[in-house]
């Protein structure tokens, strides 16, 4: 499996809560990069040893959200030609 990620607009607390861990997120406002660890599922930064913690402040975030990719090869005869990376949300 391949990681990718997929950019979202926070527009939520209640999203910011519920995206996965290992997603990053940041700011334009103030330069401000978070992510959600796999520890406790909470926002942090790296320049804090506390947890950011404040989901409702995140609203208007973007966020670079993880998804499982599959490859997917194209067969001409008994070669493969091409690859392609497919994810749930480009399926539904």
């Given at each position: 499996m391949t990681t990718l990620y997929r950019p979202v607009l926070i527009e939520s607390a209640e999203q910011a809560e519920a995206l996965p861990v290992g997603t990053v997120a940041?700011?334009?406002?103030?330069?401000?990069?978070?992510?959600?660890?796999?520890?406790?599922?909470?926002?942090?930064?790296?320049?804090?040893?506390?947890?950011?913690?404040?989901?409702?402040?995140?609203?208007?975030?973007?966020?670079?959200?993880?998804?499982?990719?599959?490859?997917?090869w194209d067969v001409v005869g008994d070669a493969a030609v091409g690859r392609r990376l497919v994810t749930p949300w480009e399926e539904a």
């Open positions: 940041t700011t334009a406002d103030v330069y401000q990069v978070s992510r959600k660890i796999e520890d406790d599922g909470a926002w942090h930064r790296p320049d804090l040893i506390d947890d950011l913690g404040w989901d409702e402040d995140m609203v208007g975030w973007s966020a670079l959200v993880p998804i499982e990719a599959e490859e997917e």
